[in-house]
């Protein structure tokens, strides 16, 4: 799990007006865990690739012997 938000069970309920209130914080929130998932998406991308370089490599090296 990356994040969480409680914000349930309210003894008077949400009105309008509170949930305008704490929109900026749920989408300050939706947007740190994207970020973050993005960043992992990206790393896991990034050992892709350099595993991928590192086979080819391996195999033209071993092709030239």
Known sequence: MVGMVG???RPTG???KLVEYLQPLLS???NII???RNEEQRKKAEDMI???EERYRNLFDNAMT
């Open 34 to 36: 994207e970020g973050y």
């Open 28 to 30: 300050m929130c939706g």
């Open 50 to 52: 350099k595993e991928s």
């Open 14 to 16: 949400y009105d309008e």
């Open 7 to 9: 914000i349930a069970n």
